[in-house]
Each structure stands twice: as structure tokens, then as C-alpha cells.
Nanobody, 124 residues
Framework: VQLQASGGGLVQPGGSLRLSCAAS????????IGWFRQAPGKGREGVSC????????YYADSVRGRFTFSRDNTKNTVYLQMNSLKPEDTAVYYC??????????????????WGQGTLVTVSS
């Protein structure tokens, strides 16, 4: 059971990237998935997470309007489209599946099956 994030890289401020999160060993469609990031010297931050029960997606204030969560269950993959990237978006990005029901949005301790992250660097 594993999730693997990919699609990171070096991009200039104002640029775009699309991250992918592929699942192996389980059907991703059965779980709410979250995107998280960890910048150097900082804690893990919830970026965008699906709400269970069809409640839409949560976005952190810092990315709302710039990032978009989507999924393709036929490919067992979710995506994070990141536009208008800023230097402060630089971080390792991870995806994970929600394993504990919660009334809170995008809290990392409710998630599991963390895979290796993908590094996003926004710099000129």
C-alpha cells in the first residue's frame, strides 16, 4: 500500500506545475486524499485535502485560488495543479490518504500511507 508523488521541479515565480499522486496496492477512489508540504525548517502543512462524504476540497489560505485538486479514479491518481507559483511555495510535497475520520480539515495526523515526496522549487 503506497502513494507516490511526482511532478516536482524547478519553476520560475508565476509559473505552473502539476503534481501527480499515484496509488499502488489499493483503490484510491475509496479514500479521501490530501496534499501536504514541508518547507525547509518548517513543519508539515496541509495544502489541499478532500473532505469525506463529498464535501468538496479544503485549500489552505496561502494557496486558495492558485491550486486545484482533481482526481482520475480510472488511473488511480490524484493531481494538484499549481499556478502562479511563489517562492514561498518551495517545499517537498506529499500525498497521503485519510485513515481517521475527522471534523478537522487537512490535519496530517489523520493521514497515512505517506510516500516519498516530490520537491518543488520556485526560484528565478
Amino acid at each position: 500500500v503506497q502513494l507516490q508523488a511526482s511532478g516536482g521541479g524547478l519553476v520560475q515565480p508565476g509559473g505552473s506545475l502539476r503534481l501527480s499522486c499515484a496509488a499502488s496496492g489499493f483503490s484510491l477512489g475509496r479514500y479521501a486524499i490530501g496534499w501536504f508540504r514541508q518547507a525547509p525548517g518548517k513543519g508539515r502543512e496541509g495544502v489541499s485535502c478532500e473532505r469525506q462524504g463529498g464535501g468538496g476540497e479544503y485549500y489552505a489560505d496561502s494557496v486558495r485560488g492558485r491550486f486545484t485538486f482533481s482526481r482520475d479514479n480510472t488511473k488511480n491518481t490524484v493531481y494538484l495543479q499549481m499556478n502562479s507559483l511563489k517562492p514561498e511555495d518551495t517545499a517537498v510535497y506529499y500525498c497521503a490518504r485519510q485513515i481517521y475520520p475527522s471534523t478537522s480539515d487537512c490535519e496530517s495526523f489523520d493521514y497515512g500511507s505517506w510516500g516519498q515526496g516530490t520537491l518543488v522549487t520556485v526560484s528565478s
